[in-house]
């Protein structure tokens, strides 16, 4: 998920390695407010209207760390070299930010699902939740279709989107998108252009709301619509070197 969220940064927010310089610099991202009216009849030499308008949004910014120790001295009396432990705490290091940062991206994309929703055919929005359910009896094998149609009735016609699913409907959709026209029903035909992302935290996640959902739960993500901006000092970026004095370093 937090792989989701990294590859649209560059749609949702262009240049957004220059946005950001210093940690006290209070930043704004700018964007186009869609404007809706009914279309008239008239055609006038003096006709009047609204301006169009924008919006800003003002990113929030978290500070994620992990820390290990070392010593010169420590490999003396262990079986690996000093080189070898070091890498084995930068392994860990990096293991440790993929997996809390997987944790966050999942519990953000969560909740802040959309509670917009005006689709009515075949399924029920639920408000309180903020999910629109389909019955398994009757059109489970029909789900990413009927998605689909959802997407688009909310005005996302024509827009790429990613589905973040739980582990009951990624296997669902797996085994779906493998009937094909070969066999008795072809449930294939809905699952063109579809990505599919498993969240294993979705499950319990989905569990745990009002109506405790338990037979597959699915986000469907618009292209460009989330982002994450990750930002270090620039100095700590590109690496300085203060000789005996201190040195900083990156891992690419």
Avoid at 33 to 38: E, F, H, M, P, V
Avoid at 143 to 149: F, H, K, V
């Amino acid at each position: 998920v937090h792989k989701l969220f990294l590859k649209n940064t560059e749609i949702m927010v262009p240049g957004h390695m220059e946005l950001r310089t210093r940690e006290d610099r209070v930043v704004e991202t700018n964007y186009f407010l869609r404007t809706t009216r009914a279309l008239g009849t008239g055609r006038t030499h003096n006709h009047t209207g609204a301006q169009g308008d924008s919006g800003t949004l003002t990113p929030a910014w978290t500070t994620y760390n992990d820390k290990f120790v070392s010593s010169i001295k420590e490999s003396d009396n262990k079986i690996y070299s000093l080189e070898e432990m070091h890498l084995s705490k930068l392994e860990n290091v990096v293991a440790n930010f993929a997996e809390g940062l997987e944790a966050i991206a999942a519990a953000y994309l969560f909740a802040n699902r959309s509670g917009v929703n005006v689709a009515t055919a075949e399924g029920t929005f639920d408000a309180v939740d903020d999910t629109f359910e389909i019955t398994e009896a009757t059109n489970g094998n029909r789900s990413i279709q009927i998605t689909r149609m959802v997407m688009d009735i909310n005005k996302y016609q024509g827009v790429n989107y990613d589905v973040v699913c739980d582990s009951i409907a990624f296997n669902k959709f797996q085994f779906d998108a493998a009937q094909g026209i070969s066999n008795s029903t072809n449930t294939s035909f809905q699952f063109q252009n579809v990505t599919f992302i498993h969240d294993p935290s979705l499950t319990a996640a989905a569990a745990g709301l009002v109506s405790a959902y338990a037979k597959g739960y699915w986000i469907a993500v618009p292209e460009g619509t989330i982002a994450a901006l990750p930002w270090i000092p620039t100095q700590n970026r590109a690496g300085v070197d203060f000789g005996n004095i201190a040195k900083y370093g990156t891992i690419q």
